[in-house]
Every structure is written in C-alpha cells, then in structure tokens.
C-alpha cells in the first residue's frame, strides 16, 4: 500500500532489492565520484537558485511567456556561468540542464553554432574583433543556413553574396521568394547579427556556399536595418521559447572582411581562394551532430526515469479475483517496451560520450592541418546523429504510452521532452539524408574491400566471411551478439552494393542506380550504425573498470539490448539462414529471461541517471513516487481552475441551456 508521505512503498522496496550499489553505477556512467559530485553541485546551484522557481511552469505559460521567461532564464544563465567561472562545455551542458530543462534556449543558437562557427571559420582578426563582443552580448547572432525552399540540398541555396571589387563589399540578395531564411533559431526577434551562408560570386563566377557575417539589426535600437526584413516564424509543434526565424535580404552591403576566410578567401581584387577541402565550412554542423547524440541519450534517460519509476508505483488490475492489483512494471508487456528503451538509454551515453571524445581529438588533428579524418569524423556524426535522434524521440513517446492516461498530461513531463527532442530527427540534416551520407561512405568503404586496400578499424567488419553461420548457443555471449550485427551490416552492405551494380549493368547511369536504391542504403547505414552502437555497449561493459556487481547488471542490460534489437528486426538477421530457427528460439528465450533478470534492478537503473526532480519537472517520476499527490496539487495548480464558474459560463453556457444563441449572429 502507498504511504502519502515519505517514500512509496512499493518504490522503497525495488529500492531494497537492487543487486548493485546505485552511487557505483552513476560513477561509472558520469566517469568517475569527482565528476558525480562535480555535476550534482551544478544541478543544486541551479535547482535551489530561487530565480529559476520565480516563474510559472512552462505547460501554464503562453507562447510570449514561452520566449520571454526562457529569455530571462538563458540570460541569467550566461551571466552565471561568467561569475562562477564555467567555462568547460559538460559544466555548462549540467548547469543548463537543470536551470531550465528541455527549454531551446532564445539565445541558444548565439552559443551552440554562432560562436563556435567564427571560432573555428574565422581568422585571428575576426575573432579578435567579434568574439568579445559575442561574448559580452553586444552581438547576439544566429546561423543562417536553411532557406524556405532548401534545407538539406545546401548547393542548392540561393541566397547571393557578389563581391563588389571597387567598393571592397559584398552585396547580398533573396533574389525569390524560396532563398529568404526561414527557421533559423533565435533568429525572428533576438538576434542582431547572423551568420549567413549564401552563394559566392567574384569575378563573375560562382564559387559556392560561403559564411558571411551580417549585421540585422541597429545595435541600440533593435530596429531591423535598410534592406532588411526580418521576423517570428510562428507557433510550431515545439520549440515555443525559440523565436525560429525569417529573413529577406535585399542589396545588404557588408565590408570584405566579414567573410569569415580562414579558410576560403576572396582578396581585395576580387580573385578567390579556395580553401583545404570545401567541407571544411560544414564543421560547424558536425559539431552540432556530435552533441545531439548525448542530448538525445538524455532525453531517453530522463523519460526512463520517469515512466520506470510510475511503472513501480502504479499499479492496475487484480491478478486472480479479489488479490491485490499488481504493480504495472510486473506485466510482461510494460517490461518488454520499458527495458529495452533503459537499455537503449544507456547505450546512447555511451554512445554520446564516445561521439564527443572522437569530435573533439579529429577536429584537433583538422585545426592541426591533417584533414585525412574528416570523412570518418563525418560518416559517424551523422550516423549517430540520425540513430540517436530516431531510437530515443520514439523512445520517449512509448515511455509516454507506458504511462497510461497520465502520460498524456504536461504533468507526467514527457510531453515537454518530446517535443524537444524530436525536432533532432530533422534539424542538422534530416535522418534519411544523413544515413545517406553513411552510405556513401559505406559504398567508398567497399570499394576499397574490392580493391583489396585497407579500411579503418571500425569498417574492418566488412571482411566477415559472409556463408559463416552464427556462433550463438544457449550462452548468448557477447561475442556472438556483435557478430551477429557485424554480419547482418556486412551483408546489407554488399547487397546495396549489388543492386547499385546491377542497375549499372542493366544501363542505368551512376546516379540512376544510386537512386534506384535508397532504400537498400540506408537500411544498410542503419544497420552499421546499430552495430556500431552494440560493438560499443559491449567494449564499454566488458573493457571498462568498474564495481563487480555493478558490471554484471549492465552485462545483463547490454545484452538486453543486443538481444532485444535482434529480435525485433529478425528478417535481416535470418534472410541468409545466418541463424537457424533453434538459434532464434534461443534468443526468444534468452529475452524474456533478461526482462526478468533486470527486473529488480530497474529502479536502480534509472535511479543512476542522478536527475533530480526538479530536473525532471514530472508527478509521475519524481523521486518519493507520491504521484497521487503529485498529480493533485498539479490539477489544483491549474489557471483554469483560478475561478470556480468561468466568465464562459455567463457568456456561452447558460445562454445556450435557454435557447438563446444570439451572442453568435453578432460575430
Ligand atoms: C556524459 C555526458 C557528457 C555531456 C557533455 C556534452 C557536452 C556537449 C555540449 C552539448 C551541447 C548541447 C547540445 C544541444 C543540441 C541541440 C542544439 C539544437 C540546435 C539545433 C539548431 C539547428 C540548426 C540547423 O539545423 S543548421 C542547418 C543544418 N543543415 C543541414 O544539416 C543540412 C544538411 N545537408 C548537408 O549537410 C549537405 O547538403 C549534404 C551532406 C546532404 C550534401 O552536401 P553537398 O555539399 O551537396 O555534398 P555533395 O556534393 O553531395 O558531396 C558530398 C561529399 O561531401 C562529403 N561531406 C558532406 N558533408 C561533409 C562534412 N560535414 N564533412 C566532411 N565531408 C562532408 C560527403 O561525404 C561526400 O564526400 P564524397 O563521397 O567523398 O564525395
Ligand atoms: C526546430 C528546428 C530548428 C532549426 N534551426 C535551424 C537553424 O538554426 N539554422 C538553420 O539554418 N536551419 C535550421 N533548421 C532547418 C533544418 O536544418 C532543416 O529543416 C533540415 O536540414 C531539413 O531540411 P528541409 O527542411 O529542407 O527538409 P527537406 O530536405 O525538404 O526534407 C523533406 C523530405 O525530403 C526528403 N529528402 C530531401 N532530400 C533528400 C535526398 N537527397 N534524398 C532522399 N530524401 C530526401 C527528406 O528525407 C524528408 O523526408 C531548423 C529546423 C527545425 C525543425
């Protein structure tokens, strides 16, 4: 029986029952007790800072509201992190986290890509002349890629920047309607300056897309300037605190120097000079790719809190006449859709700590002049991009399902993380491009096989002898689960290959045969980065120091995973008899014995992810599981329920009960 004070019972108990030490565990996820401690006294400036409390929630404000109290928020948060000294990004990423969760900060675009991009595109003057006044706020700007008519096909933008040589400027249009800049973020009504990617044209020639630095807005009034137009985009399925924006240039002159050319140049003659490799103005989307994998992971983790620990409290329907009703984590089918998603949680951290480390030593070694990694840097951002983005915002929404009714409501918090997270799936490249870009270079990869050279470690899975069959026996070791991911990509891959060549050979034209099949790619992308993510799991559980007990319950999870994403795309994993049917009877089995083995330590696992409630903002996940309560004070808090008859009744209701609906012939 739940308590209405104190800890839930039922949630005392899973607590008791764990096999491992939950403090261990969030070391090993967080690295290290320093790291833990270091994060939870950012997480308790910001909770406990009684500014962050001031303002109504989210889910009761409107969409000005939205923008402007996340305003004061972000602002207060950038004059925080200058005070206190956080200059580290994982500090700010936990402090931020937790001062205003899961709200896309107004300035957030200013941090995220603008500073970064003259950072890492500008030259030495250039950075001296805007980064301290990036920094001190005096230019708030924002990245002007997307335009209304193209996102992904960035070629294809049409926005003009044409090099005026007697003037030394640059002139920059939105000759049509389709070039205006539409969905920038923090771009409609914050931001002074952007960073603008438009076509090139010196000499009379194109050169292609580059980064140009324009100032919008007058810096004391806020006035748009001459030949400008700027504006909010409107509402959108998320995002309320984000002013994305619009933008029309028309004949905007900007001085020569605001190209940003560490890399490319146009001199004062006007001659261009190309830079090292053209990709080299993408890094700044890169960047962003790398981060999403850990902000996903997190939205996942946070929505595995949540529904795990209302799965412990709740509980529905009695299991023989006239019991008791059973705690809703028991059934079967809550374990299979909940447990899988844990473990994916903890596979996309993984995953995001990797993608960060390796981001960080390749764009070293690019800044150092040795650009040979750029293509693998590439081909896994944005394959771990799109993987991360996909599995945890669908992820989240069955953590929504799982809770029922409750689920539904901005009190369970899950609303508000998917709405988050899920523009991830399309912004910094949609998912279907991005694996596309996998595959080409998967395609590269093979080639290479075929020639007989040498491929990077991870690609050296290609080689697998594809007639071995699988070695998985009633074990189910880890081994033979990464095999058996490394076969089933290994195989997709040549198959893409194949019907590419086949197309080729029945006369298509490359491209025709790259188009005829897509799908093939990108099922092949897909399933390299699953191996991918697997291989890691199982490197991380099985190669990393950590507490023993602790390291069998993640085995236990690790394999959960593996097992589960096996079983749920079977036809990929069997269509060369790779396994026989005895083998996948086994890995039925071997499944819903993990359900139950994690089963005790479920609460312990999603206990580790260390989110206080405040973080989590949700009746449903909070810590003490009073949910009941929870939810109660919430509907009480409710504006709607500020006055007990509405002026709607007056107007609408009680006219309507005597039959009088002439209010409405006056509209
Ligand atoms: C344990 C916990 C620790 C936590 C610590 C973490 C701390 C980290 C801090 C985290 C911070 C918080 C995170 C918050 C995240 C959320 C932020 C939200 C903000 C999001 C705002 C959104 C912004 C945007 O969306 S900006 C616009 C983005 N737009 C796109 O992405 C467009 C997509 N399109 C493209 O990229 C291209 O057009 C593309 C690649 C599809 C095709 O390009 P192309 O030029 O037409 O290419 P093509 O000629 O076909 O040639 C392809 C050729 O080029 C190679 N290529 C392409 N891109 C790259 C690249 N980037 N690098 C290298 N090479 C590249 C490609 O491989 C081909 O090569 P070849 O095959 O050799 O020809
Ligand atoms: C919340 C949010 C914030 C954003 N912030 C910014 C920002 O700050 N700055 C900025 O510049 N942009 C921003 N964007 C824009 C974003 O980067 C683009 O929307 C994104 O890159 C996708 O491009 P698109 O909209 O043109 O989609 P489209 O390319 O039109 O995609 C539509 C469909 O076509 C398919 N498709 C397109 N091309 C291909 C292809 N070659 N092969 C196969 N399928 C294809 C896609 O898979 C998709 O299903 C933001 C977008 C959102 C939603």
């Given at each position: 029986m739940a308590t209405t004070t104190g800890v839930n019972s039922d949630l005392a108990k899973e607590r008791n029952n764990s096999t491992f030490d939950v403090e261990e565990l969030s070391n090993f996820i967080y690295r290290g007790p320093e790291k833990v401690k270091r994060r939870r006294y950012l997480h308790n400036l910001a909770t406990k800072d009684p500014f962050f409390r001031k303002f109504k929630p989210w889910a009761f404000q409107t969409r000005e509201e939205q923008y402007e109290i996340c305003l004061q928020k972000h602002l207060y948060i950038n004059k925080k992190c200058k005070e206190l000294n956080l200059t580290e990004p994982v500090d700010k990423f936990f402090y931020t986290e937790a001062a205003a969760?899961?709200?896309?900060?107004?300035i957030g675009l200013h941090t995220v890509m603008f500073i970064p991009t003259i950072e890492k595109q500008g030259t030495e003057e250039q950075k001296k002349r805007w980064l301290p006044l990036a920094e001190s706020l005096k230019m708030i700007g924002t990245y002007a890629q997307t335009e209304m008519g193209h996102g992904?096909?960035?070629?294809?933008?049409?926005t003009t920047a044409t090099y005026d040589p007697r003037t030394r400027e640059f002139i920059l249009n939105s000759?049509?309607?389709?070039?205006m800049k539409y969905w920038?973020?923090?771009?409609?009504?914050?931001?002074?300056?952007c960073l603008v990617m438009a076509q090139l044209y010196t000499q009379g020639k194109n050169c292609g897309i580059h980064m140009f630095m324009v100032q919008i807005r007058d810096l004391e009034t806020h006035m748009p300037l001459a030949g400008i137009e700027v504006g909010d985009i409107g509402p959108k399925?998320?995002?309320?605190?984000?002013?994305?924006g619009f933008l029309r240039l028309s004949n905007v002159r900007i001085p020569r120097e605001n190209m940003l050319m560490r890399y490319s140049k146009v001199l004062e003659d006007g001659t261009y000079v190309k830079p090292p490799n053209a990709k080299i103005a993408y890094g700044s989307m890169v960047l962003v790719r790398a981060a999403i994998v850990t902000d996903a992971a997190r939205a996942l983790a946070q929505a595995c809190v949540i529904s795990i620990r209302y799965s412990a409290v709740r509980r529905q329907t009695?299991?023989?006449?006239?019991?008791e009703e059973a705690q809703i984590i028991d059934y079967q089918t809550q374990q299979y859709r909940l447990f899988p998603l844990l473990a994916t949680s903890y596979a996309m951290y993984f995953a995001g700590r990797f993608m960060y480390d390796f981001y960080l030593k390749t764009t070293a070694e690019i800044e150092g002049g040795n650009l040979d990694s750029m293509p693998q840097l590439h081909a896994i951002s944005a394959g771990l991009k799109a993987f991360s983005s996909w599995m945890c915002s669908a992820g989240v929404e069955t953590c929504r399902l799982c809770c029922g009714g409750h689920g539904y409501s901005h009190a369970s918090g899950l609303p508000k993380i998917y709405i988050d997270v899920v523009p991830g799936c399309t912004y910094e490249g949609e998912n279907n491009v991005m694996m596309l870009q996998v595959a080409r270079f998967l395609m590269k990869m093979y080639g290479k096989l075929q020639n007989g050279e040498a491929l990077p470690t991870f690609m050296q899975y290609m080689s697998t002898d594809l007639n071995k069959k699988s070695c998985m026996t009633e074990e189910v070791a880890l081994n033979c689960l990464v095999m058996a991911y490394e076969h089933r990509a290994a195989r997709m891959i040549r198959d893409a290959a194949a019907s590419m060549e086949k197309l080729v050979q029945s006369g298509k034209s490359p491209v025709e045969a790259w188009n005829g099949s897509t799908v093939m790619l990108t099922w092949a992308a897909i399933a390299h980065c699953h191996a991918f993510v697997t291989k890691l799991f199982v490197e991380t559980v099985v190669k990393s120091r950590m507490d023993s007990k602790v390291q069998s319950a993640l085995t236990s999870l690790c394999k959960l995973y593996a097992v589960h994403g096996i079983v749920e795309n079977l036809g990929g994993f069997i269509q060369d008899q790779f396994f026989d049917s005895k083998q996948v009877k086994i890995l039925q089995k071997k499944l819903m014995q993990l359900l139950a083995e994690i089963r005790p330590n479920a609460v312990a696992f999603v206990d580790a992810f260390d989110y206080p409630d405040e973080v989590l903002q949700s009746c449903l996940g909070r810590y003490d599981g009073q949910v009941y309560q929870a939810l109660y004070d919430y509907a009480k808090s409710s504006p709607m329920n500020e006055k007990e008859v509405l002026d709607s009744y007056y107007k609408y209701i009680k006219p309507a009960q005597n039959g009088k609906y002439q209010q409405y012939s006056k509209l």
């Open positions: 969760p899961h709200e896309n900060s107004p992904t096909f960035i070629r294809g933008l049409e000759p049509t309607i389709t070039s920038p973020g923090n771009l409609g009504k914050t931001t002074n300056h399925f998320g995002y309320g605190t984000n002013d994305n009695e299991v023989s006449p006239g019991g």
